[in-house]
């Protein structure tokens, strides 16, 4: 069982810049896919980022591309989220998420929520225009 922790969330200007961070308490983390999605009010659960294990992969949605970096730490079990140039619309509540990963999935497995099995409790990122 793999337990999610995340921290980092806050207010922030438009501009502005936020690191999340994940730990995770598993010690086999290092072969899970680690995943960063988000879901601002009435809207579904929508990917962010994941990098996968060893990084044979790391992917990301559009709209956070050449702005957002994903990054991990295997030796501290953590993922981190850096996020630069934040805008009104990343508003959200950002969730860290996990899964067992193999080297035969490729890139769209990742995108959707219902691949994930381990969950953080969500971090609210704010940005005000």
């Known amino acids: 069982q793999v337990q999610l922790v995340e921290s980092g969330g806050g207010l922030v200007q438009a501009g502005g810049s936020l690191r999340l961070s994940c730990a995770a308490s598993?010690?086999?983390?290092?072969?899970?896919?680690m995943g960063w999605f988000r879901q601002a009010p009435g809207k579904e659960r929508e990917f962010v980022a994941v990098?996968?294990?060893?990084?044979?992969?790391?992917y990301y949605a559009d709209s956070v591309k050449g702005r957002f970096t994903i990054s991990r730490d295997n030796a501290k079990n953590t993922v981190y989220l850096q996020m630069n140039s934040l805008k009104p619309e990343d508003t959200a509540v950002y969730y860290c998420?996990?899964?067992?990963?193999?080297?035969?999935?490729?890139?769209?497995?990742?995108?959707?929520?219902?691949?994930?099995?381990?969950w953080g409790q969500g971090t609210q990122v704010t940005v005000s225009s």
């Open positions: 998420a996990a899964l067992p990963d193999r080297p035969y999935y490729s890139a769209d497995y990742f995108y959707s929520p219902r691949q994930y099995g381990y």
């Open positions: 598993d010690r086999t983390f290092s072969v899970y896919a």
């Open positions: 990098r996968r294990w060893s990084g044979i992969g790391t």
